[in-house]
């Protein structure tokens, strides 16, 4: 594989995120569970996670889930973070300790597998307090309890629930209160105590800094915080988490003054979009090798003053570089801090090679 694009990961700052995440959280009774996706499961990420006292780790793909089982030997439990396929319970029941679920046949494909492979598997069930993306309904409750009491190879995880990723809804007190009186209610119906109550994601870390979880929430699924030190559905800032830990570096393949505006009738682009330009006059542009096929563009900042990303096909990216102090030659790198949407997709992609610090 070619050495560029690639991602500088830097150990020391992913490492300082997960213990200070892990010990804040501590304080409030608080386990981690980290969430690997954001990074396509990288083995040396995972590490530092599992190294600095993330209590389990969570991922939302089989091909992750196999390398976190098969290749890495964590000594801490796997979680499938999103609602299996019918079509992947199979691996699933294999691979996983436990799984988040919203469905009642999801809930007996996974017990049936769990007969057939003589295992048992744990079950965290979300529950949708308005951010709409998965979990059961609060009224769904009781029905979902009589299904789970019948499971003979399933254990119930407790109550889990998901903010800021499809409504864009903020976590509250108020919400991760009701959950914390669902999970009572679960515990009646089943006639049994369940261990957890699992209040979100990084976003909902912001009720720790401001005195707002309640008591009832005993876990956290963390990725974002931990990765990059930021939250992007919440939009704020976490002053005590490092950011800037990882960079992408592409090769420049070439330096050329040309005008700011096309020559010609502009029609759609590579993408359909219909591109808009502002005259600048003749400008110096550097064309990067990476584009839209390695990451989301609009996510990634230049680390130079003066660079500007003027777009993207899929493995061109072309730069404003009239401005930067730089003389930018052939064979250069450009640097660009990642925001998440970018690194989901860098991180996935196999033209972009990830290189850790020590
Ligand atoms: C992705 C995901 C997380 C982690 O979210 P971060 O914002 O990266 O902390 C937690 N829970 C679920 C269900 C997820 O899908």
Redesign the pocket.
């Known amino acids: 594989m070619s050495l560029w694009p690639r991602l500088i990961v830097q150990r020391e700052k992913i490492a300082y995120n997960a213990a200070h995440v892990v010990s804040l959280c501590r304080q409030w009774n608080i386990g981690v569970y980290g969430?690997a996706?954001?990074a396509c499961a990288n083995e040396d990420i995972v590490r530092i996670m599992v190294e600095n006292g993330c209590e389990g780790i969570?991922d939302?793909r089989i091909e992750n889930l196999y390398r976190l089982r098969k290749e890495m030997c964590l000594p801490v439990p796997i979680m499938m973070?999103?609602p299996p396929m019918m079509s992947e319970i199979p691996e699933v029941v294999e691979l996983c300790d436990s799984s988040?679920v919203s469905m009642i046949e999801t809930i007996q494909a996974i017990d049936a597998e769990c007969s057939l492979q003589k295992k048992r598997h744990n079950v965290l069930l979300m529950i949708d307090l308005g951010d709409l993306r998965?979990g059961i309904w609060p009224d769904e409750l009781e029905q979902i309890a009589s299904v789970l009491k019948k499971c003979r190879y399933i254990d119930c995880l407790g109550v889990?629930v998901?903010f800021g990723?499809f409504g864009g809804v903020l976590p509250s007190r108020k919400k991760l209160e009701t959950l914390g009186s669902l999970k009572k209610k679960l515990e009646e119906y089943l006639e049994c105590s369940v261990p957890l109550c699992s209040g979100?994601?990084?976003?909902s870390l912001f009720l720790l800094d401001d005195g707002t979880m309640p008591s009832c929430v005993n876990s956290l699924?963390?990725?974002?915080?931990i990765?990059l030190g930021t939250?992007?559905?919440g939009g704020k800032t976490f002053p005590y988490l490092r950011r800037n830990t990882i960079f992408l570096e592409a090769e420049v393949i070439e330096v050329k003054r040309k005008p700011s505006v096309p020559l010609g009738t502009i029609a759609a682009d590579a993408f359909g979009d219909i591109p808009v330009f502002v005259d600048k006059g003749v400008r110096l542009r550097a064309l990067a090798a990476i584009g839209k096929q390695d990451a989301r563009i609009d996510a990634l900042l230049p680390c130079d003053k003066g660079i500007e990303i003027l777009g993207a096909s899929s493995d061109h990216m072309v730069l404003d570089v009239e401005e930067c102090d730089r003389k930018l030659c052939v064979g250069d790198k450009i640097r660009f801090s990642v925001k998440?949407g970018a690194l989901l997709a860098l991180t996935t992609s196999p033209y972009v090679s990830i290189h850790v610090t020590e």
Not at 200 to 203: C, E, K, L, R, V
Not at 221 to 225: H, K, M, S, T
């Open positions: 969430v996706k954001g969570a939302s973070l999103r988040v998965e889990g998901n990723c979100g994601a990084t976003s699924r963390i990725g974002e915080a990765l939250d992007s559905s998440y």
